[in-house]
């Protein structure tokens, strides 16, 4: 009987290991989820704002640069931390920074207000963009093999989606529009830091986790060919989402008629939501096969926007959206996919830091320029200019789309696409052997 349960034992192990990865797994997948739906719910009260307040379409095009700005500085400062003090902290460390920012708006009556509340959830959602993607990689089961690249890179879009029709509805609805929406968040992302908290952790700690803060991302060699068409992909999609943030509360009530919270709620989640269900159809393609269809679906999804904005109707343009939504899950599915090809488990951070470095480049600038030409150009101009984007976007895709190098092999173990231990791993990734870095010293 003894010997028959020395046999049980490892099996018994095993089962336990894959069940705490599993929850591991869903812990990452529900706080990415409320960190971006947290990032998205003051997109339904800049309407509020403007009316109450007097902000103009250049102060809330400067929240959105305060965000990408403040997400882009956790990514580059904070990104490669998880692989020193493990996920679990870190991903903690990001929901605390969203908490904070979410209590720092609950007061908004002047610009600088929400500008310094919009900057605290940005640097929170940087370090949530590369840690709980990485957590996400690191416990997701091996099958089917497209549910690690659609959780980490559709997670943002889930929640960005669950957020502005969350926001929009109590803005309407609720007892305190400038209120209830930020204290619904700060309890879920309490709950989500406490699930976390219970998980268990996929990153063996390291010293010298200060060596870390030094501004870097880098990218495995093996992806480096990737890499152009990743870079206008990911701007052109993120600058549009940008768009629909800074731009489209206003374009709704001036173009489109329409004052409703919850419209403005649901018309931004009519792109956002597309991209969830987009990416399991891009992940039955080859990487280059996603992008270029997704790119493709995209544009025209981009076109019947214009021609809606144009000719203000409203049932077209969420038609569009809708499309150009679907579109860019696609692509960007089809994008992450090919650049986690292979990874190891001290890879994932820098390369989440990498994706979400060039997305939020993507959304800040073209913000940026955007806003400050709002004051000269009308919306219907502004909008055919991110439909040039997204021309030359898909025209580069179609033609140097590839699929990432077949001879490089992912881990496997439990059932799961990476394994618990990788020590040795993300030691050679330090030494960064065989790979492209980008170095910013401060």
Same mark, same amino acid.
């Given at each position: 009987?003894? #010997? ?21 797994? =869903?812990?990452? =997948? ?40 403040? &997400?882009?500085? $956790? ?48 640097? $929170? ?5 590369? *840690? ?35 926001? $929009? ?26 699930? =976390? &908290?219970?998980? #268990? ?6 010293? =010298? ?18 890499? #152009? ?7 052109? *999609? ?167 190098? *077949? ?36």
């Amino acid at each position: 009987m003894q #010997p028959s349960m020395q046999k049980l034992a490892p099996f018994i192990n095993q089962t336990h290991r894959c069940g705490t990865l599993r929850l591991a797994f =869903v812990s990452a =997948v529900v706080s990415l989820v409320v960190s971006f739906a947290t990032a998205a719910a003051p997109i339904p009260l800049y309407n509020l704002y403007r009316a109450e307040d007097g902000f103009t379409n250049f102060g809330v095009s400067m929240a959105i640069v305060t965000y990408s700005v403040g &997400a882009m500085v $956790g990514l580059l400062v904070l990104g490669r931390l998880s692989n020193h003090l493990g996920r679990r902290l870190t991903a903690i460390g990001s929901l605390g920074l969203l908490l904070l920012g979410c209590l720092l708006l609950l007061d908004v009556h002047d610009i600088g207000t929400l500008l310094a509340g919009r900057l605290l959830m940005g640097v $929170g959602t940087g370090l949530a963009s590369s *840690t709980l993607t990485s957590y996400i990689v690191d416990a997701a089961p091996a099958r089917p093999e497209w549910l690690a690249s659609v959780a980490s890179s559709q997670g943002p879009m889930l929640g960005l989606t669950v957020g502005a029709i969350a926001s $929009g509805a109590l803005v309407q609805f609720g007892l305190w529009p400038r209120d209830l929406i930020y204290l619904v968040c700060v309890g879920f992302l309490s709950v989500s830091a406490m699930l =976390v &908290a219970i998980s #268990p952790e996929t990153a063996t700690r390291t010293p =010298v986790a200060w060596r870390s803060l030094l501004p870097s991302v880098s990218v495995p060699a093996r992806v480096r060919h990737l890499l #152009p068409v990743a870079a206008v992909v990911f701007p052109a *999609t993120w600058a549009t989402g940008a768009f629909y943030q800074a731009f489209v509360p206003a374009l709704v009530e001036d173009q489109l008629h329409t004052r409703s919270p919850l419209i403005l709620g649901l018309v931004f989640a009519a792109y956002m939501a597309p991209s969830v269900l987009g990416a399991p159809i891009g992940g039955r393609f080859k990487s280059s096969v996603a992008q270029r269809v997704g790119m493709i679906t995209f544009l025209a999804g981009m076109i019947g926007i214009i021609t809606a904005i144009n000719a203000g109707t409203l049932a077209l343009f969420i038609t569009a959206t809708i499309v150009a939504g679907a579109g860019q899950g696609i692509a960007i599915s089809g994008t992450t996919r090919g650049l986690l090809h292979g990874s190891t488990l001290a890879d994932r951070a820098p390369i989440f830091s990498a994706i979400y470095l060039v997305c939020y480049s993507g959304a800040t600038f073209p913000s940026l320029i955007s806003g400050k030409l709002s004051s000269t150009f009308s919306l219907p101009q502004i909008a055919l200019g991110y439909g040039v984007i997204a021309l030359g976007a898909t025209l580069f895709t179609v033609l140097g789309a590839r699929n990432p190098h *077949t001879d490089a092999t992912g881990n496997s173990n439990c059932d799961s696409s990476s394994s618990l231990d990788d020590a040795a791993a993300f030691k050679q990734s330090e030494r960064s052997a065989g790979k492209t870095i980008i170095r910013v010293r401060p």
